[in-house]
């Protein structure tokens, strides 16, 4: 696994991977986030497909390479989706990853989360007020916004990645990624992230395409959208008058830093 250390190489042999297989990755991600997550998605060369229909997953399941699950826009139809298409993606041993957004924020949500950890998924991925509170700790957390330092969410990545048998990775100013023996810390990106809609909704479903790549490290795959994002970052945010030229700078940087770019 590269250095993750900012600057660090990135893991070419893995985004490589992508761009060869094209993985689909069944993307259960929120209305805000479609539009961004699918073209960021694209961006690293795999393909996006984003059904919820409850009608539908199960099936689906049998097409796509992985699955991700986002639970930003939550309803009761939408997590019915959501329970079907994970446990169809257990059944036939294709890996997942989980996005908890907010889950601390009602009772709906934390049952909802309850029931998602129970179909297994290889990688949870949020920031570190949820991961403290899926730890069942203290947080100060208001809705989706992270009011805790990633360095208080350490411990508990910890305990939740031995106690799920899962990767944990905790995103912020800088992000720790964990499988409860071994830890990673990356450093970089822009401050200018967190101003843009949907960045860590995107992130779950790159890490999706990675995971489906992985051969079986779950580890490998989140340290790979982590560096990415963190590099990608960096380098959009050199060039970004704000914001809204960041989001787009961000797309065009993860396509280039992915190798995407020059197979383009």
Request: a neutral charge.
């Amino acid at each position: 696994m590269p250095d993750p250390r900012e600057g660090a190489v990135l893991d070419a042999a893995l985004f490589e991977a992508v761009r060869r297989k094209m993985p689909i990755v069944h993307c259960i991600t929120n209305y805000v986030a479609m539009n961004y997550a699918a073209n960021l998605t694209l961006a690293v060369g795999a393909s996006p497909a984003m059904v919820h229909a409850v009608e539908e997953v199960e099936e689906f399941a049998g097409i796509a390479d992985t699955l991700t699950v986002n639970i930003g826009t939550l309803s009761r139809d939408w997590l019915a989706a959501m329970l079907k298409a994970a446990a169809a993606a257990r059944a036939m041993g294709k890996p997942w990853v989980l996005d908890p957004v907010a889950h601390q924020a009602t009772g709906f949500r934390r049952e909802a989360v309850r029931a998602l950890l129970a179909q297994r998924p290889a990688i949870i991925r949020g920031n570190a007020s949820e991961i403290l509170a899926l730890d069942e700790r203290d947080s100060r957390g208001k809705g989706i916004d992270s009011r805790d330092g990633v360095d208080e969410a350490v411990d508990s990545a910890i305990a939740l990645a031995r106690r799920h048998g899962a990767v944990v990775a905790v995103t912020g100013p800088v992000d720790v990624v964990t499988d409860g023996d071994r830890s990673l810390r990356f450093h970089g990106g822009s401050a200018l992230m967190p101003q843009v809609t949907a960045m860590g909704c995107a992130q779950t479903c790159v890490m999706g395409a990675l995971l489906a790549v992985s051969a079986g490290e779950p580890l490998r795959a989140a340290a790979a959208a982590l560096g990415l994002f963190k590099q990608a970052g960096e380098r959009a945010g050199r060039a970004a008058d704000g914001p809204g030229s960041f989001a787009y700078r961000f797309i065009d940087e993860v396509h280039r830093q992915s190798g995407a770019g020059a197979a383009a």
